[in-house]
């Protein structure tokens, strides 16, 4: 069955720094993958869309990568703020078949300033 | 504020009772989801809804009923609930299903607490 797998110890990083999350996915090839910015007791907000031929998204300070062959993508921030202290989601589509997402448990993050 | 609202935020309620789950978007999409987010544990899917058809019901217990009267609104009707169904639930909509693509645009959510 499809698995996908979010680094479930909190990642703590300092202000400025890079934070980088993982996203591995197992038992299927997803078109795309999403990610999601999750703060505690809200729901999750969209951030960046990629699509499997892309390699490299960018938004702002953010930045995704897909890689087909590792089945994994990463996420960073770059010149991290204690604003982005949050779980960060992805999300591939579950079964290519319309736009049902599967999601991974997510990885908080904690930028101490 | 996503555009998509749901009410109560909160809510408690006994095993036996009945009680309901609202959820409206406001922003023109045909598709709408139900989602439960339990303590520790990734978001599962439990209903999508596609121009008002519903395309999954990811083996939820029949003690969830959902409903989609139109496009904008969509319900979780609960009964007979057990402790362990105490979660948030979250709605979401999106522009549409069968492109595949459409980000979701998620509510706040109903916390859920079964005595």
């Known amino acids: 069955s499809q698995k996908i797998e979010q680094n479930s110890e909190a990642l703590n990083i300092q202000e400025g720094k890079t934070a980088t999350l993982t996203c591995n996915y197992t038992?299927?090839?997803?078109?795309?993958l999403q990610w999601y910015r999750q703060d505690p007791g809200r729901g999750p907000v969209f951030l960046l869309l990629i699509r499997e031929n892309e390699k490299e998204k960018r938004k702002e300070r953010l930045k995704v990568t897909f890689d087909t062959t590792l089945k994994q993508s990463l996420f960073h921030i770059t010149a991290s703020q204690p604003a982005d202290s949050a779980t960060y989601l992805c999300a591939p589509p579950n079964n290519n078949a319309g736009n049902m997402l599967t999601f991974g448990g997510g990885t908080r993050l904690m930028v101490k300033p | 504020e996503t555009g998509v609202t749901q009410t109560p935020r909160h809510l408690v309620m006994g095993m036996t009772n009945k009680k309901s789950l609202k959820c409206e978007q406001h922003?023109?999409?045909?598709?709408m989801y139900w989602y439960k987010q339990s303590a520790k544990k990734p978001l599962e899917l439990m209903f999508v809804?596609?121009?008002?058809?519903?395309?999954e019901n990811n083996s939820v217990p029949s003690r969830f009923s959902p409903e989609c009267p139109n496009s904008s609104h969509l319900f979780l009707h609960l009964h007979t609930l057990q402790p362990e169904d105490s979660a948030l639930y979250l709605c979401?909509?999106?522009?549409?299903?069968?492109?595949?693509?459409?980000?979701?645009?998620f509510g706040e959510g109903s916390r859920l607490t079964v005595l």
């Open positions: 809804y596609s121009l008002e058809e519903r395309v």
């Open positions: 922003l023109g999409h045909n598709a």
């Open positions: 979401a909509s999106s522009q549409e299903f069968d492109s595949g693509t459409g980000e979701l645009f």
């Open positions: 038992n299927y090839s997803p078109a795309y």
